[in-house]
């Protein structure tokens, strides 16, 4: 079988086919009734750990303009079928420095020693997980793919280890046996499956990659982990308009308690602040008892208290 060609590159923010310009105008055959966004992801994507940040903040500020839907890519179903040759990386050992790599140069932390001592082998099972989540409830599987995400990259888990899904499926108030009973049954595969041949319809070749379609059928596809301006653009190219209507930022009180979790490189792009002015921040918006500031990889983050 000849190994899946990946490559990963800092610069543009791909996992993937690195050869894709970084938006293009596309044209679909099939009818939408609606103004429709597509995120192509994958739970091990650094690149798309990388983009949080912006998609944050494009979809809090435009959401009202589309309807977003996550899509599993499936990045690495098992190693033997895996290359990226442009990052040197042919075994889980190889992918540290590159992780490490993409947390530094984006500032979302990325821990990336499990490379070395306990590899994720593949990164179906937590994509599987995600879309039986989905199946019974969109916003919680959104926050799975994000506890997923916390998981690997900053705290150094194991997400394709089944105790650890567990543990992330039943702090979310579900039934974590159940769930990843059905995961490991034929219907798991099916949807992911549905998901992996959706991306390539889509013409997916590289994560994260944002496409959105309007009721025209046509689209645009932003590849990589680019800056805010890319996304807001290409909204405006698929609506033909000059200017959109952005929604006020949730305040960080707000923010917080329905993230739980974030790092101060997600507070710095949503306020349009400076890393320096985080801490006077924080204290401005927050009381003192409603936040724990905590500090992983060199980089300040913020749990809520509620």
């Given at each position: 079988m000849s190994k899946n060609p990946m490559a990963c590159d800092l610069e543009i923010g791909i996992c993937g086919a690195a050869e894709e310009e970084a938006m293009e105008v596309i044209d679909f055959n099939k009818s939408d009734i609606s103004l429709n966004l597509y995120y192509v992801t994958d739970p091990i994507c650094s690149h798309c750990w990388a983009l949080e940040p912006v998609l944050r903040r494009?979809?809090?500020?435009?959401?009202?303009?589309?309807?977003?839907?996550?899509?599993?890519?499936?990045?690495?179903?098992?190693?033997?079928?895996?290359?990226?040759?442009?990052?040197?990386i042919s075994k889980p050992a190889d992918v540290a420095d590159h992780w490490r790599e993409v947390g530094e140069h984006s500032r979302m932390p990325i821990d990336g020693s499990l490379w070395l001592n306990n590899p994720i082998q593949s990164?179906?099972?937590?994509?599987?997980?995600?879309?039986?989540?989905?199946?019974r409830d969109d916003s919680l599987a959104t926050e799975f793919l994000r506890r997923a995400r916390e998981a690997v990259f900053a705290f150094n888990q194991n997400i394709g280890d089944p105790v650890v899904l567990l543990d992330i499926v039943n702090k979310l108030n579900l039934d974590g046996k159940s769930i990843l009973k059905d995961a490991q049954q034929e219907i798991g595969k099916n949807l992911l499956n549905e998901d992996i041949h959706l991306a390539a319809s889509l013409g997916v070749r590289g994560f994260p990659s944002i496409i959105i379609v309007?009721?025209?059928?046509?689209?645009?596809?932003?590849?990589?982990?680019?800056?805010?301006?890319?996304?807001?653009?290409?909204?405006?190219?698929?609506?033909?308009?000059?200017?959109?209507q952005p929604k006020t930022l949730p305040s960080l009180s707000e923010l917080l308690k329905k993230e739980q979790l974030l790092f101060s490189k997600e507070l710095e792009i949503m306020y349009s602040?400076?890393?320096?002015?985080?801490?006077?921040?924080?204290?401005?918006?927050l009381s003192s008892d409603s936040y724990e500031e905590k500090e992983i990889l060199g980089e300040a983050y913020y749990l809520s208290a509620y």
């Open positions: 494009f979809v809090s500020q435009y959401g009202h303009y589309f309807n977003f839907h996550t899509i599993m890519g499936g990045l690495l179903e098992k190693w033997e079928d895996f290359s990226d040759s442009a990052n040197g990164s179906f099972p937590p994509s599987i997980v995600f879309k039986v989540i989905q199946q309007n009721k025209d059928n046509k689209g645009v596809k932003v590849v990589g982990a680019r800056p805010l301006e890319y996304y807001i653009n290409g909204l405006k190219q698929v609506l033909n308009q000059d200017k959109l602040i400076k890393q320096t002015d985080i801490h006077s921040f924080i204290k401005k918006e």
